[in-house]
């Protein structure tokens, strides 16, 4: 009796096709998770393009910068009165941050007719508007105080209120409204850009955008420098605050996206943006961090000049 010659693979045959396979997998899983990292990141540079598109129509229609957030305006006695932000819907937005000037063309950041009253609506903190969303931050709640975006808004639209006549009242703000006049260089003047917010990996105030040399709130550049938020004169507020400072946040292939005023939008480094970072963990470094050096920081990308202007000093009421 002839043996049937067998056409089946022998043990060797398959362990080899599948060491082929699994070498392939390999080879091919970095390129498609760079290709699908690099998506996300056209979308985020579209999302920003789209954002510095609105704020040269704002400011075509207004002359001026968007606040940072508008909590407050004098009224005709020069009293601070609560301000409402209307743009055109059922409910008006109360103190509204810099994301709702910008959304005559792109839509609110969110949807009033969603909500029942205005009291429901102004509480609502989370983002529906797509434009305000980068992919690339999955796991975190985007929403007008934590979100993906921040606003440059120390040299921009710098709306914390100051009694500026001494009479005990706030009558004005540190630097607002900035005419379109006032930035110098539209192309090197970041508008906007991927935000970290002062909380580790991500959020609490991320909607200010801060330079990488802040403002000094004390005599002293070398030890006052100001930590983002709260008020960094209360010792009670600094647990408050993992990192300290709101910087461009590098999360799209260890770059940020970054808008400029011009509406150009491209990746970057934040070493080229003018932060100082430690070589070790490649973060930005906190002001109490012994590497931390003023000096090495700059904000020529920042300033509206060109130049490495320093930004306007605010004195809490509690400072001497």
Known sequence: MKNRKSNAFTLIELLIVVGIIALLISILLPSLASARNAAKSTVCLSNLKQIGTQNMLYLNKYGVFPPVRLK????????????????????????????????????????????????????????????????????????????????????????RSMDTDGDGLDDSWVRWPVGESMVLDPGQ?????????????????????????????????????????????DPANKPLEVLGHSPVEARHQR???????????????????????????????????????RTMNHNKLWAGTGRDDPPLEYVYPSDP
Do not use: C
């Open 189 to 233: 003047t970041v508008l906007a850009a991927d935000s970290r917010g002062g909380f580790s990996p991500h959020g609490n105030h991320s909607y200010w955008l801060d330079p990488p040399k802040r403002a000094v709130y004390g005599g002293d550049p070398a030890t006052d420098e100001q930590d983002f938020s709260p008020d960094p004169s």
């Open 255 to 293: 770059k940020g996206n970054v808008v400029f005023v011009d509406a150009h939008a491209v990746s970057m480094k934040l070493e080229a943006l003018g932060y100082q970072m430690d070589p070790l963990t490649g973060e930005t470094l906190k002001i109490d961090d012994p590497l931390y050096d």
């Open 72 to 159: 407050k305006t004098p009224d005709s006695d020069g009293v601070m009165q609560d301000f409402y932000y209307d743009f055109g819907r059922q409910f008006k937005r109360k103190g509204p941050r810099w994301q709702w000037f910008l959304g005559e063309d792109m839509g609110p950041v969110i949807d009033p007719d969603k909500y029942v009253d205005e009291i429901a609506f102004n509480k609502s903190m989370v983002i529906d508007n797509p434009y305000w969303e980068d992919p690339a931050m999955s796991g975190f709640t985007n929403d007008v105080r934590n979100g993906a975006y921040g606003y440059n808004g120390t040299y921009l639209g710098y709306t």
